[in-house]
């Protein structure tokens, strides 16, 4: 059974920076898609940023260029370095993800889950 656990969010001010973790506990399919969404209060839940285990990695055109995902196999964890903090990165984020799946045209849904509590990201102007 998959388990999520999303840490390392806070509050910072415009410009910084926030490296977000997702422990993925029980991922341990070959082939694989994950993601990071956000959602602010009020808004649908976006997708930030995508990688799958054929090395591709997609990011959503608003983060593009101030954010990178990556993941650590050996821990099983997917990290979001974000930088350059605006207001509107600010929401909870979330991490998903599920057995194949591409992220060359964009970040699957991950609609059946399982999805963590999330991580609350505060960016101040």
């Known amino acids: 059974q998959v388990h999520l656990m999303e840490s390392g969010g806070g509050s910072v001010q415009a410009g910084g920076s926030l490296r977000l973790s997702c422990v993925m506990s029980?991922?341990?399919?070959?082939?694989?898609?994950m993601g990071w969404f956000r959602q602010a209060p009020g808004k649908e839940r976006e997708g930030v940023a995508g990688?799958?285990?054929?090395?591709?990695?997609f990011y959503a055109d608003n983060v593009k260029g101030r954010v990178t995902i990556s993941r650590d196999k050996s821990n099983n964890i997917l990290y979001l370095q974000m930088n350059a903090l605006k207001p509107e990165d600010s929401g909870t984020y979330y991490c998903?993800?599920?057995?194949?799946?591409?992220?060359?045209?964009?970040?699957?849904?991950?609609?059946?889950?399982?999805w963590g509590q999330g991580t609350q990201v505060s960016v101040s102007s």
């Open positions: 998903a993800g599920d057995k194949g799946g591409s992220v060359v045209t964009g970040i699957p849904s991950f609609t059946k889950g399982p």
């Open positions: 029980g991922f341990t399919y070959p082939a694989y898609s």
């Open positions: 990688l799958d285990s054929d090395g591709n990695k």
